[in-house]
Nanobody
């Protein structure tokens, strides 16, 4: 069973920056041992959950939604079992609850939230 815990959400002015973190417990489930796809999703009130970015730990290939490309950067620190999302030039439309999630592979379906097996509880980002 893998547990994911997000942190770093806050209230920030438009144009500002935030870094979200997602710490993963040691994987004891063989289905996510080895290389995995780690993703960041967000959900604003009344809207569908959408994929923001993902990274495949096998080759560090990254994926981004068009709306955040060039502003957000996904990265990871294996030593700390932590996934990051650096968010720069934030806009009011970035306001949402942000979640990290994990599944076995990324590829073209990286943003398909229904395929992710493990989810964190979310961290709120508000851009004024």
């Amino acid at each position: 069973h893998v547990q994911l815990v997000e942190s770093g959400g806050d209230l920030v002015q438009a144009g500002g920056s935030l870094r979200l973190s997602c710490t993963a417990s040691k994987a004891t489930d063989s289905s996510v041992s080895g290389s995995v796809c780690m993703g960041w999703f967000r959900q604003a009130p009344g809207k569908e959950r959408e994929g923001v970015a993902a990274i495949y730990t096998g080759d560090d290939m990254t994926y981004y939604a068009g709306s955040v490309k060039g502003r957000f950067t996904i990265s990871r620190d294996d030593a700390k079992n932590t996934l990051y999302l650096q968010m720069n030039t934030l806009k009011p439309e970035d306001t949402a609850m942000y979640y990290c999630a994990a599944k076995t592979s990324c590829g073209s379906a990286w943003s398909s939230y229904g395929q992710y097996r493990y989810w964190g509880q979310g961290t709120q980002v508000t851009v004024s």
